[in-house]
């Protein structure tokens, strides 16, 4: 399966030339509260969700996973695409439900259970030829010349997931 993988390098250095875009890569909250606060019409759509095996470029791999792919939408415009890996094993106890959410936001689920931890976030600038920037851009009628990403594991027990936002210009509208 040809995905970006969570043991790829991002810095956990915040950009600084990332102008309108900043403020979103920093926020330390839920990101679907965060545009659901400034648009009366949101929505998760283009869901995909596949099953598969992700090796990093050192060999070391994450076994059998699940891959969720979604844009998350203000009315129309899409403002956020946004993939999540889950390693299979972690489906069991108190994130099963997770395999199953279809067009149910990641973040409700997320950030309601206080038990779940958050490490730091990573930032990447991402280019035509990296496959997030291309997968992102795939909602975009004018493809820009590049897209800001951040990404963050989620911890529950011994349970770890993935979580992979790429901003769509049209988030500096909200």
Do not use: N
């Not at 976030?121 to 990296?130: D, E, S, T, V």
């Not at 011994?158 to 509208?173: D, H, M, N, Q, S």
């Amino acid at each position: 399966m040809k995905h970006a993988l969570p043991l790829e390098r991002w810095t956990r250095l915040p950009p600084g030339a990332a102008g309108g875009y900043r403020p979103w890569l920093l926020d330390h909250g839920s990101l679907t509260r965060r545009i659901q606060r400034r648009c009366e019409a949101f929505s998760v759509r283009g869901v995909r969700q596949r099953e598969g095996r992700i090796k990093s470029r050192g060999g070391r791999g994450l076994g059998r996973v699940l891959v969720r792919e979604v844009f998350l939408h203000c009315g129309e415009s899409a403002v956020v695409y946004a993939s999540s890996v889950l390693p299979l094993d972690s489906l069991r106890g108190p994130w099963r439900r997770l395999g199953a959410l279809g067009t149910k936001p990641l973040g409700a689920v997320l950030f309601a259970d206080p038990r779940v931890k958050r490490l730091p976030l990573c930032f990447k600038k991402l280019h035509p030829r990296h496959v997030l920037y291309r997968r992102a851009s795939e909602a975009l009628d004018k493809k820009p010349s590049f897209l800001w990403g951040r990404r963050s594991e989620f911890r529950l027990g011994k349970g770890r997931l993935w979580v992979t936002e790429v901003f769509l210009p049209a988030i500096l509208e909200l």
